[in-house]
DNA sequence: TATGAATGAGACTTCATTCAT
DNA sequence: AATGAATGAAGTCTCATTCAT
């Protein structure tokens, strides 16, 4: 028999999945009930209202990126090498687990002005969490000098835009996509915040 | 009086306004014919239905894009260059010109299984021509051999990204990539998609 | 075709009847629709919610009341006359104006936190205005000193429990109250209320 | 570990101070539950039913009621002086035993058709009471000749008004009413009941 | 062309009640 | 005896859409 822990996993990960997929406002909770294989009432058990399941879905998927960028830090890993880390693992983990991925795909769905500021906040924080890392990175010399919050944003897009297409079609551009932007963005981001080679010999 | 393109101009720019601030489902039609100072009954005069405003808004987008574009081509300006001023352009425009900006705001709003269609092909169409101009680049040497698809996705996600961030906020950051984004990204493009330096002396 | 304000006042009349009878919440938005020949969607045209129905109604009530006690004044009767025509003619209006003469049925409905607050001051304002005349009586010396307070409660007790009684049923004695209370209730009030006899020869 | 009786007890008494404070409809099991310190479960253990509980509240004041009369009567006190002793006793009552005052807060409240016979049952029989005793005095002589069921219900309004204002409010006129109240209704009433005097020398 | 009252489906939510443990 | 998860009916309310004027 589910304890109640279980259930009310259950629901966050379908309600992650639908969520995900069709957006906010077009999941009603009858869907999210049958998916959940649920009576609509019981929902109202383990959540106080629809927005209360996409913010514990939110805080979900913003304390596993904590865990993940803390391990990160404590393996002492390069910033460089930490940021791919960052970017590779998000891309591979959508189509794993399209329920526990929806971070990116949340983040940015319509949203009632209460929630807004909770959503806004975790894409925030992640953006914040990439400036200090650049801004070490620079200190340290192990990546050029750029302005890091343009950049963090930037890469912050880049990561939603490719989950994004990934996620949400499976054709032949999702398999590209899947297979190869690991290894594309690895070296873009190589090229892209590479220490200027010191001019040899000005003219 | 106003004539019918008039009036349908408007609605078009107040939902498109409001779309992108407050979301499809969070705006109703009395919101859009009150800020359109026109009844609701009125609004079916011009329009369809609610999905019908919307789409109506992404194809006027999505022709300014591709005018946007052709103007490019014609000039023969080179693609790095090309790509440079469509990343600098959509960033410029944020913020001036809110009601037709809204391209990037929009693509992704929550929507019908119907509407779903059109708003992914919009953003489709987009990164197909960034793929284009990306290999039309690689062949031309004028830029680095790289994946086009995943660059193009890439690139779409720094604009919608930093776009969103400008639209939304109003804050110190908000200040730092209106500014400095263009610069930052024109230098990043460049370095990205630079050709590698000949090895100068081989082993 | 009714004019926005005929169908607001038959919202009004309708619901005031029907609060009255059932309850405020045993009465769904469903029972007042039926009854009113509308649809559920259309109440919401008039009134913002089930509860600014009721305010409707009470104030509608209020306003009713002032206007009666204004006349009453206007026209200068002794105090003892003017409680004793409130008395009367809320009791008389039972039954007569079913609809019309809610506010002693209403004012003790279970209620919302929102909605005490108003509620209670309908009813306090009418005890505010018979302390008032009280007062006025004692000072003129057209009744006996009394504690002003306790009596205006008591008058307001009398009216809503015998209104009440008649509202409810329709039996022997709704018969009774109806055609004597208002005989009964002048002559106890003239005894209650009346300047102690001088003593003529104290023994 | 409570007795059934106890636990009976407790789930009354708890349930008439808030059913009395915030209405029927207001007070959910899960209100009654918490504040009586049991599982929603157990209720169902005691009560076959949420109005179950508030017939068995009434079954009790009615119970109280007739033993508080029972007494009265047992003593031989003049029809006035019994009159007097149940006003003066409702209104001391309030506020001292707030969970078993309820029978004039409850009688009045919003209840479902099949509890509303119940509920009026508890009221006319007070009525009733009442009626019989005035009757008694009018034979005996005690009391001026009045019509008995107009009076009757003229007193229990007297009472419900003053003690549900002292129950739901807590400012200077509650102490007004609670100190000055039952030595003014003690002189109403032997005013308002009083035998006329003889017309010493007709004409 | 323009209006806005009217509609009805469907949204979220509450709650008394049941029942397996 | 006690629990509390589960249920499902009913509640209030919103909103895109229609249509008579």
Redesign the pocket.
């Known amino acids: 028999?589910?304890?109640?822990t279980e259930?009310?996993e259950k629901i966050q990960s379908v309600a992650a999945e639908i969520f995900s997929k069709r957006g906010?406002?077009?999941?009603?909770?009858?869907?999210?009930?049958a998916d959940a294989?649920?009576?609509?009432?019981?929902?109202?058990?383990?959540?106080?209202?629809?927005?209360?399941?996409l913010l514990a879905i939110l805080r979900r998927e913003l304390a596993t990126w904590k865990e993940f960028v803390a391990d990160l830090e404590r393996r002492e890993l390069p910033v460089s090498k930490q940021i791919e880390a960052i970017v590779v693992q998000q891309i591979n983990r959508i189509g794993k687990e399209r329920d526990r991925s929806a971070i990116f795909l949340l983040g940015r769905l319509e949203h009632s002005a209460t929630l807004k500021t909770n959503l806004v906040e975790v894409y925030e924080e992640m953006a914040r969490y990439l400036e200090r890392l650049l801004r070490t990175g620079i200190e340290r010399k192990e990546i050029r000098p750029c302005n890091s919050t343009v950049v963090a944003y930037a890469i912050l897009g880049i990561i939603e835009s490719i989950s994004t297409r990934i996620f949400f079609h499976n054709d032949k551009i999702t398999g590209i996509l899947r297979h190869e932007a690991p290894a594309e963005l690895t070296q873009s981001l190589s090229k892209w915040l590479a220490i200027d080679p010191l001019p040899v010999n000005g003219r």
């Open positions: 028999m589910p304890l109640r259930t009310r906010f406002h077009n999941t009603g909770l009858r869907a999210i009930a294989r649920l009576s609509i009432g019981s929902i109202y058990h383990y959540f106080k209202s629809k927005d209360d399941i």
